[in-house]
């Protein structure tokens, strides 16, 4: 059974920083693209960032470019979403997925997900 688990989520303050984690089970980890997105009520799933197998190949959307780091530690089965200066408007339930094969940048590309951690950026 494919489990991910999402981890780490809470509450910063704009500006602050907090690292997630997602450890994954149930498959071969090193065969899996890996990807964060994000989502608030009554807004699709939002697409943050994506990293392939062996790590070498971030992709980040736009609005998180140079503020969000995606690595993965395949001995470990997990992949990490490192966000520095956070605002308010970053305040979401962030989604760690998988898919066999190379990244994508869209939620209907990956195959499997985890239940998400709260994330919420707030004085």
């Known amino acids: 059974q494919v489990q991910l688990v999402e981890s780490g989520g809470g509450l910063v303050q704009p500006g602050g920083s907090l690292r997630i984690s997602c450890e994954v089970s149930?498959?071969?980890?090193?065969?899996?693209?890996l990807a964060w997105f994000r989502q608030t009520p009554g807004k699709e799933r939002e697409f943050v960032a994506t990293i392939n197998w062996s790590g070498t190949t971030p992709n980040y959307a736009d609005s998180v470019k140079d503020r969000f780091t995606i690595s993965r530690d395949n001995a470990k089965n997990t992949v990490y979403l490192q966000m520095n200066s956070l605002t308010p408007e970053e305040t979401a339930v962030y989604y760690c997925?998988?898919?066999?094969?190379?990244?994508?940048?869209?939620?209907?590309?990956?195959?499997?997900w985890g239940q998400g951690t709260q994330v919420t950026v707030s004085s």
């Open positions: 149930g498959l071969k980890f090193i065969n899996y693209a």
């Open positions: 997925a998988a898919r066999s094969g190379a990244i994508r940048i869209y939620a209907g590309g990956y195959d499997f």
